[in-house]
């Protein structure tokens, strides 16, 4: 397996991306409840949330046509780079939880 597709392995095993390498809702719904649950975003921001979860795998999805291990890893520097909502370490904590 190349370094490249160990976060898509990652994401597939917890449900936030699927076999085609794509981001569907069904993954992003999953994906959000984590991050509520595991406290890295406050409950009451959800609907920031999905929207950021939303346009960061319509992002990933534009910048690689081609879906691959790619797409998780844009996808995944989308989200963290919106530390106004994301708190990183409770970000990382909540996933590996």
């Given at each position: 397996?190349?370094?490249?597709?160990?976060?898509?392995?990652?994401?597939?095993?917890?449900?936030?991306?699927?076999?085609?390498?794509?981001?569907?809702?069904?993954?992003?719904?999953?994906?959000?409840d984590?991050?509520?649950?595991?406290?890295?975003?406050?409950s009451?921001?959800?609907?920031?949330?999905?929207?950021l979860?939303?346009?960061?795998?319509?992002?990933?999805?534009?910048?690689?046509?081609?879906?691959?291990?790619?797409?998780?890893?844009?996808?995944y520097?989308c989200?963290?780079?919106?530390?106004?909502?994301?708190?990183?370490?409770?970000?990382?904590?909540?996933?590996?939880?």
């Amino acid at each position: 397996i190349s370094e490249s597709c160990i976060l898509h392995c990652e994401y597939k095993a917890y449900g936030f991306a699927n076999d085609k390498y794509d981001i569907k809702r069904k993954q992003i719904d999953q994906f959000v409840d984590v991050l509520i649950n595991g406290k890295a975003v406050p409950s009451d921001k959800r609907q920031k949330l999905e929207n950021l979860l939303r346009g960061c795998a319509n992002k990933a999805r534009d910048k690689n046509p081609k879906l691959g291990c790619h797409t998780s890893i844009d996808y995944y520097r989308c989200i963290v780079a919106d530390q106004k909502l994301i708190n990183y370490s409770k970000f990382v904590g909540a996933i590996i939880a």
